[in-house]
């Protein structure tokens, strides 16, 4: 099982990112795909997750991430728009192998490489 994620770059506070993330060795359809950061010198923190068609965001993303899935391309996908330089963040996807959504980063077991985003101006 591998997550690949990509799409993270610099940003002025305002503006809008979209990142990926491609797994493969498991049909995505089938399992739960969540979406973390970790800024530096804090703790690494949900964002969104998806399962079964739900979707859950965390408070301080709601209105401005959306968060989506192509089984077809094994790939989901995390738009970000009305960036914020406290959204500056190592950005990782993860999965735990189950079909439940948590944001809850101790239950993952399986992690992406990370994307770095900048909010800056």
């Known amino acids: 099982v591998q997550l690949q994620a990509s799409g993270g770059g610099l940003v002025q506070p305002g503006g809008s990112l979209r990142l990926s993330c491609e797994v493969s060795?498991?049909?995505?359809?089938?399992?739960?795909i969540a979406w973390f950061r970790q800024a530096p010198g804090k703790e690494r923190e949900g964002v969104s997750c998806?399962?079964?068609?739900?979707?859950d965001y965390a408070e301080d993303v709601k209105g401005r991430f959306t968060m989506s899935r192509d089984n077809a391309k094994n790939t989901v996908y995390l738009r970000m728009d009305s960036l914020k330089p406290e959204d500056t963040a190592v950005y990782y996807c993860?999965?735990?192998?189950?079909?439940?959504?948590?944001?809850?980063?101790?239950?993952?077991?399986?992690w992406g490489q990370g994307t770095l985003v900048t909010v800056s101006s």
């Open positions: 993860a999965t735990h192998g189950g079909r439940y959504c948590t944001l809850v980063s101790a239950f993952y077991r399986t």
């Open positions: 060795g498991f049909t995505l359809n089938n399992y739960a």
């Open positions: 998806t399962s079964d068609g739900s979707i």
